[in-house]
């Protein structure tokens, strides 16, 4: 006897509607009175169908119910007891992914000491002292080139500068995206550049460069005086907020073309995130502010304790509804961390992996080594091949198979596996030791962030649908 039973989808509520985000497809549904009455009435038993309709018949015609099961049945929101799930089975994309972004660790010195910093403090994976500090010319020519070969057919590359403290070799950022536009112009391809820095060494000639070569900037800035002084300190013990803060007016000043972002580090002694976001936004004009829990071993003076993500989240929440309201109003909200979810909601995201690391997405060392993403690079256990000697392919696969989302059991049953797929590798290699292992720290926090930007989109779904249009394509 064929039984039903619940499939994998997440319910939700947006502006009074129910919703539900499918597992299987990563794809938002409206539920209908017919399909929500169904879900509700089944819940969590098996039934036969003609059970479950007969329930249900008094409030609705047996025609439309039956068709409803049918249809929930299709889109997997339901499942038949006897038809076993078939399980992900962990396999290297078929086809060659071309690169699309090259991470060039152009430094691995900084001028800053920020006690948390991954490639400085007690957390750092990379044995600094064995590579060059400094990318050299040639190095950042030889990776322009894998990068472009690395590219197969895509018409557009991103090339990122990164450090260290990236503007630390300036001499060689400007040589090497003065090729890379060359061989663009040569190869047909557009190249899209974006660096990220502290800020502390911008001056005006850095600004002119960035504004002439249309340049996206990231600035590492942890809030107001008081809390970016907590940890973004030069060596002496000196806080670098007074520094930073006359490059940043001058950069927001005279780089219009671009908006220009703040990436914001919380710990445990800084999650005021409401404050920060007020002052990086409003006060200083920052086009838009994204925050990430600092990445450490949760043994750290600074790492974030249950109750700090709790209030995270709760702030995160407020701030996200925030977003909703100016989104509704058809204002722009600077909170990157919704918008980025909205945009993998509204694209059917479902990851076998968490990010593009190793696969559209590599990090460059000073020595040419190329490595999952920047924060491996130059880290010998992660490199993947080098920008002389190519992709080493057997190393890229025995990656992804062992880093494929079916291989992270714990993930198997959790309904925000398409978005997550078990969180960064580096975190995880941070925290447990195994790159391949997944985030089970934050887990509850993924899942109640991931319903609070469901509600948002659906809310968004509901009341202002072009505001979507923009995250098609
Ligand atoms: S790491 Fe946690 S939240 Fe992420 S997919 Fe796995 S079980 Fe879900
Ligand atoms: S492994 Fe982590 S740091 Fe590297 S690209 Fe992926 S999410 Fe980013």
Redesign the pocket.
Known sequence: MTLLRRGEYHAFDADGAPYVYLVPSAGVFRLDDTSAAVLDALGEQDLEPSELVRGLSDRFPVADLRATVEDLLNVRALRLVDRPVEAPVASPPRKRIPLTTLVMNVTSKCNLACTYCYEYGEDKIVEASRKPRFMNEETARQSVDFMFAESGESPMVHLTFFGGETLLNFKVLKSALAYAKERAVTLGKTVDTSLTTNATLLREEIIDWIVENDVGVTVSMDGGREQQDKFRIFSNGMGSYDVVLPNIRMLLERHRRRPVGARVTLTKQNLDVESIYRHLRDELGFWEVGFAPVTTSWQRDYAIQEDGFEAMLGQFQRLADEFLQYALAGKHHGFSNVRDTLEEIHKGMSKAYPCGAGLGLMGVATDGDVALCHRFAGSDSHKIGSVTGGVDRGKQEDFLMKHH?AN?T??ST?W??PL????CYHEAHTRYGASER???H??EW??RWTDTCLQVYGTLAERRPEYLAQFDG
């Open positions: 989302i992270k714990d993930c959790c925000a596996r997550c797929a078990g969180g997944p985030n089970l934050y887990c993924i899942r």
